[in-house]
């Protein structure tokens, strides 16, 4: 199977060796949407692949080291045999990576975790190995042609002596470390490094392990903090003395970040999987109490009021010096305690109660994403929404009015879940508005979407507390902290619910002047 990548007057040709469909298909892909030109071909057995480099046409081998009719190094040395000269990467899993590095003390030119490989990368080593393998060959032929070549590397290289003195770096390695070659050319390697603040590789290399990796920081002249990947080869003359080492280094601090970026996510994800897992545990264990709370509250306050109005009872049939010289004032102001107290716990119970409720809404939010869309007209949910507020605003004695543009599209949303970011919206409006305010709703078209805006006349929201007011739990004043406030969970579930619909939520608010919430959902 063939797979081409971009047109391009010239092409680099990959034999492919490896079993695995989807890995191969991946490999395919990510060099199809390569700026370089690569024609790949894809055999799933050694034998096919040894006959394949027998045409003499490949520049570059990309090898699993486990096939179906070959396992291991011996399938290294069947095609090394068989390739001469073209370069061969090692395609290796995490359980495999020593048998890598032993494929490239036989000669491989690299290694390649799969699980790790992304397109710069697999690009990357691809054009690394071809290159590496022609400036070996012009290192043969012209020394001159060789320092040509490798000063146009971009990647970090270096000769040194056994003994750590620098024999050659190419223009690179200069720029990193902002010295000349004059400079850097005779001194140790060492000393040159630790000038720059960073550790060179300290490599072990000897004719039964030519080559040598290690993975380390440095700093270049900017103060950057970059990840390198140093790849050191012994080189050794007739006798088998190893007479000098030459190191190159990989920029691949892409690949750190994207790794640490992984594992925090990955970190993250179990982080809120144990967070959810708790909010609904403790909510479900914390409704049985609440329940009796209430109910307890309840039985308060009716008893309360049943001592009350057996007190005015006795003391309508007594004379008022009567009363005061008896016990039934004591009894009435008792009762009244008790009726205030019991008050006071139901509301705090009922509070809690619509955090407990509000935190299970957002976990089935997390959990469940799917929504029941229909078609529905948002006027019609928002003219639902503003009577289903009405008392509460006419307890504040807070005018409510509606408003509407004509002709208005439809849109698809889950009628539940929107009936539920609208309630959290007006409830918010209604609980910051002052007595005798003001909230208008106008649901309106703009451009593809249609919106509906809650506009109130409250105490409005501080512009350094507006980035945060979608966080769970957040708070930004004391008048947004009393004991008659909300769960401090409304805007988050708001938010998430508009999201999930593909829309977004605006808030602008001014202190003392009030604020506009505003939800913009795809028109239909």
């Known amino acids: ?80 045999r068989k390739a001469r000269g073209v370069p061969i ?85 200069c720029r990193f470390f902002n010295e000349t070659s004059e400079e850097l050319i005779g001194q140790p390697i060492f000393s040159a490094a630790l000038r ?103 039985l308060s306050c009716k008893l309360a009021e049943q001592l009350l109005k057996q007190t005015i009872a006795l003391g309508t049939s007594m004379t008022p010096a009567v009363v005061a010289n008896t016990a039934i004032e004591a009894i009435s102001q008792t009762a009244m305690k008790l009726y205030q107290q019991a008050v006071a716990q139901d509301k705090a119970a009922s509070r809690l109660q619509k955090i407990v409720t509000d935190l299970l809404k957002i976990s089935e939010l997390d959990r469940n994403t799917a929504l029941d869309l229909q078609l529905h007209d948002l006027y019609s949910i928002a003219t639902t929404l503003v009577e289903l507020v009405s008392p509460l605003a006419a307890d504040k004695h807070i005018s409510l009015e509606l408003e509407r543009d004509l002709d208005l599209p439809f849109v698809s949303v889950d009628e539940d879940k929107m009936e539920q970011a609208l309630q959290n919206l007006l409830e918010n409006a209604i609980f910051y508005t002052s007595e005798g305010g003001a909230i208008r709703v106008r649901v309106y078209r703009q451009d593809q979407t249609v919106a ?32 008659g406030g909300g769960s401090g969970l409304g805007l988050s579930m708001t938010q998430k619910i508009v999201a999930a619909h593909e829309g977004r939520i605006d808030v602008q608010s001014e202190m003392g002047k009030g604020s506009t919430f505003t939800i913009f959902l795809p028109a239909k």
């Open 1 to 80: 199977m063939e797979k081409e990548a971009k047109t391009s007057e010239h092409y680099f040709t990959v034999l492919l060796i490896e079993d695995n469909p989807n890995d191969a298909e991946l490999i395919q892909d990510f060099l199809a949407q390569s700026d370089v030109g690569f024609k790949v071909e894809w055999m799933s057995g050694l034998s096919v692949g040894l006959e394949r480099l027998s045409q003499r046409d490949i520049d570059v081998v990309l090898l699993d080291l486990s096939l179906p009719d070959s396992v291991g190094l011996e399938t290294f040395g069947q095609v090394a």
């Open 89 to 173: 990467l090692v395609l290796t899993g995490f359980d495999d990576e020593r048998l890598a590095i032993q494929a490239l003390h036989k000669g491989a030119q690299d290694y390649l975790v799969k699980d790790k490989i992304d397109q710069h990368m697999l690009t990357h080593a691809l054009r690394y190995a071809i290159e590496r393998k022609r400036i070996e060959a012009a290192l043969r032929t012209s020394e001159a042609r060789y320092r040509a070549i490798i000063e146009d590397q971009t990647e970090l290289i270096c000769r040194f002596l056994p003994d750590g003195t620098l024999t050659f770096v190419n223009h690179a390695y």
């Open 196 to 298: 720059h603040g960073w550790e060179p590789p300290r490599v072990s290399i000897s004719s039964a392990s030519p080559v040598a990796t290690t993975e380390l920081t440095m700093i270049n002249p900017s103060e950057e903090v970059r990840w390198y990947r140093w790849t050191s080869r012994g080189i050794f003359n007739e006798q088998g003395y190893l007479s000098e080492i030459q190191s190159v280094g990989q920029d691949i601090s892409d690949r750190k970040q994207a790794e640490k970026q992984q594992l925090e996510l990955a970190i993250e994800r179990e982080t809120v999987q144990a967070l959810r897992t708790f909010v609904e545990n403790a909510s479900h264990d914390l409704n049985t109490p609440l329940t009796i709370m209430k109910s307890g509250s309840y």
């Open 452 to 483: 509906v805006a809650i506009i109130d006349n409250g105490i409005g929201i501080a512009s350094e507390d507006l980035p945060h007011i979608f966080e769970h739990f957040y708070r930004v004043d004391k008048a947004r902290t009393s004991p």
